[in-house]
């Protein structure tokens, strides 16, 4: 079982732009910024960081639910800091404030729901799943 995870608990994450993680990457008429699914991975990846010290065995934290805002575009080079702060834990899930910062302006924020699981349960419940359907 994981460790109690304190209020407050945060993680980061820093990541620079890439063409990759653009617009453009995805369709080539739209314009080179960060697009939303890659900050919005990038917030989660922030979540994960903030719950991965408190996990014990296979434990690991997935996501379970966003509610996020993209306020402003941001370029290729530019570096996005990712910040997650846990504000609640209702027995099951935790409640993550999110925000991304890329130097100059808050470009996204919000909150996420993560939950601690344990990866070889969690595979399995995947594996029996996935035979049902075959």
Not at 15 to 23: A, D, I, Q, S, W
Request: aromatic share 8%.
């Amino acid at each position: 079982m994981a460790k109690p995870v304190s209020i407050g608990t945060r993680g980061e994450v820093e990541k620079r732009v890439e063409f990759k993680n653009t617009l453009t990457a995805w369709r080539e008429e739209l314009p080179p910024v960060l697009s939303t699914p890659n900050m919005i991975g990038w917030m989660e990846a922030a979540g994960f960081e903030a719950l991965l010290p408190f996990c014990e065995g296979d434990e690991v934290s997935v996501g379970t639910a966003i509610n996020v805002i993209h306020r402003a575009a941001t370029g290729i080079g530019a570096t996005v800091k990712c910040e997650a702060v846990v504000e609640e834990f209702d027995g099951r899930f935790y409640t993550f404030r999110v925000s991304a910062h890329d130097g100059m302006e808050v470009i996204g924020h919000g909150t996420i729901k993560r939950a601690i699981v344990s990866k070889s349960k969690f595979e399995e419940k995947q594996r029996k799943k996935l035979a049902q359907t075959t």
